[in-house]
């Protein structure tokens, strides 16, 4: 007789854990703790920590640090921290989603040419709408996601000529011929003004160091509106994993699938990237990572590549400001120096697998 | 739940590949479309899906398909493509459960309900072992069976299949279309399937359809369809027929001037 295993009946094998879940959260929470420790004021991990919490409605615990040290940590390094877990969730979730609805592991907001692109409506934003004082919400969000869109819309054009989504390189290759023709208008159109040359060039290379609330508070609402809306999309995408045809005979329709988790994406990305300038490859490093310790679900890979994109560059903005201290590398770099071999590997693995 | 097509026209591109194709099959019935390679036959079985533009009219249950929901007509017909894209990472009770996906919400999650339809598909089709293998990791016909339980979780009345036994060794594919035939008389399923072989098309359905260059050639029982002449003019094929009460109807391959 034959004896078969009962699998047992519990929750789809895919779902995310709450440990893992929890495990992340901890992550996140100690990079933030120690990217709030470690800075050229030496203060105490106590009278950090003490002040962190203080924020914290309802726990009831006071700063123990004099106020001057106090607005070091949630003044100046704070900000700095949130937007760059933001930006890192809002890079890492966008690249999974890419990959999901492309269904090619070498996509990412920076090597589709969307940040290049979010980067110049941010810039031609601040050019040509000297003060937007008088704005209720900022424009310069708004010209990024126009750039991103249009830029995503020229790599996805220019790649499927070469062949499918799934043909590889050939959208990355879009992507970076692309990117580059963004960027190439975009150092023009701010070379023009030479006082803010040098801030040129800081926004291309991608860094987080005039990080303040407000900056904070303008990314927010896009940020979390987009993850939130694209983790929702984490079982879709799944389903997306057995192409458009398949997909839309189990009564999805893939198309507008693509096209709304793309536009989304794009909007996180646009405002991500319109204050951290250009930062890449945390789409590939995060999500990729992730497939190999999680499993390939996007189940599990949207949520955690959320929590985990936000402390992958909590930690790396924190080597780009100590490790050269005084002096800060950009952020950008710091992520291409990981990322570069990273891609490198991918693309070997994908090339190799049908 | 019937299906019929009357006057179905496809163009792909710029050829038509179906053109003015009328057939039907009642509730419970099995339906074979055989006919050479580019005959049309996947084409047909596509505009049923619902995934590919179609004129003319296709009635599932006395209903014209074309306004139906989509995701409603996914809880009404369940299809098995010829060549599936397989994500190779996913495990088989995954994939399988995908099949559950016309059944939820666009944002929710299984239910124990959907698990536990999963795993007895599963066990039917003698996966549960391979339950947690990734596709990628187990055999062609380990995966053919895996597409086949994601479209049976669908527990659609209708059932579509596009040469569902290509690539299974001769146990596999009795075992796979025996399997259809139990549920189809258990469920009362409606199956519409492409064929390729002859001899199984005629063991297993109750009317083929005979398609060639997108025409309906004849449509019939298998002993008024196939004959000797129409399989040498549409397959290009000299055949054998050997049609006794002890081995059944056999449609066998012979070399010519042998």
Known sequence: MLLVRQTRGDLASTRCRAWQLLLALIVVALAVCTAAF?????????????????KVPLLGVHSTLPSNDASIVWQIRMPRIVLGGLVGAMLAVAGATYQGVFQNPLADPYLLGVAAGAGLGATLAVELVKSFANWPVSPVPLAAFCGGVLAAGFTFVLGRSGGRYRAGA????AGVAVAAFFTAIQTYAQQRQTQTLQQTYA?????????????????????????????????????MSVGDEEADSLGIRAHRVRAVTVLFATLGTAAAVSMSGLIGFVGIIVPHTLRLIA?????????????????????????ARTIASPAEIPLGVITAFFGAPFFLIVLRQSQRSP | MSVVIRGLSVTLGDAEVVSGLDTDIGGGGWLGLIGPNGAGKSTVLRAIVGIVDYLGTIEI?????????????????????????????????????LGRTPHLSLFASETRHDLKIVDEVLERLELSRLARRELG??????AQRAVLGRALVQQAPILIMDEPTTGLDLGHQEQVLELT????????????????????????CDKLTLIDHGRVVTSGPAREVLSLERIAKHFGASVTIIDNPDVGFIVAPQRRGR
Not at chain 1, 207 to 224: D, E, K, N, R
Not at chain 2, 65 to 72: L, M, W
């Open chain 1, 203 to 239: 926004w291309i290379l991608g860094g987080l160091s005039t990080a303040s609330w407000q900056q904070v508070q303008i990314v927010v609402p896009y940020i979390a509106l987009s993850c939130i809306v694209l983790v929702m999309y984490r079982r879709i995408l799944d389903v």
């Open chain 1, 170 to 173: 050939t959208l990355v290759l």
């Open chain 2, 137 to 142: 990791e187990i055999s062609g016909g380990e």
């Open chain 2, 61 to 97: 249950a006395g209903r014209a398909s074309g306004p139906i929901d989509r995701k409603e007509r996914a809880r009404m017909v369940a299809y098995v493509p010829q060549r599936p894209q397989l994500p190779l990472l996913m495990n088989v009770r995954d994939y399988v459960m």
């Open chain 2, 181 to 204: 035939d139990e549920l189809r008389h258990e469920r009362n399923l409606t199956v519409v399937c492409a064929m390729h072989d002859l001899t199984v098309a005629a063991q297993f």
């Open chain 1, 295 to 319: 499993g390939s679900s996007y189940r599990r890979i949207l949520p955690l590549s959320l929590l985990y994109g936000a402390a992958f560059l909590v930690h790396a903005d924190l080597l």
């Open chain 1, 38 to 54: 470690v800075g050229p004021a030496d203060l105490p991990f106590r009278g950090v920590l003490t002040t962190l919490l203080s």
